[in-house]
């Protein structure tokens, strides 16, 4: 499994467990997240994908082609619609960015023979 597969997995489950992350305001390296408490395993995985992360969070999301964009902005959009918080890190903004990350790393992986 690559590491953007990885990271995709992990945003993923932080969205489905309902956790929240945000750069923490005075220390550019750490990332907060709420709850404060969380499963080892993704704690281990933030560790893991911290760069990554923090990157996403202090920069935003961009999709790597129009079809995870597609992905991404249509997942965020029934978010919306059903008044979801869609803000950089919230819930709905991790599940979209995770599938828009997975889509990709599908389309590259199954046309390689």
């Known amino acids: 499994m690559n590491t953007h597969q990885q ?4 945003l993923y489950d932080l969205g489905l467990w309902g956790i929240e992350i945000a750069l923490h305001p005075t220390n550019a390296e750490k ?3 709420r709850p404060a408490v969380l499963p080892s395993a993704l704690r281990e995985g933030i560790q893991t994908h911290r760069a990554a992360i923090l990157t ?5 999301y961009t999709p790597a082609d129009a ?3 597609y992905i991404y902005n249509e997942r ?3 978010a919306d619609g059903l008044g979801m918080a869609t803000h950089t890190g919230s819930t709905a903004w ?3 960015v995770a599938e828009s990350i997975m889509h990709g790393c599908t389309i590259r992986t199954n046309g390689v023979l």
């Open 7 to 10: 990271l995709g997995e992990l």
């Open 31 to 33: 990332i907060r997240h």
């Open 56 to 60: 996403q969070l202090a920069h935003g």
């Open 67 to 69: 079809d995870a964009a």
């Open 76 to 78: 965020l959009g029934i």
């Open 94 to 96: 991790l599940i979209a």
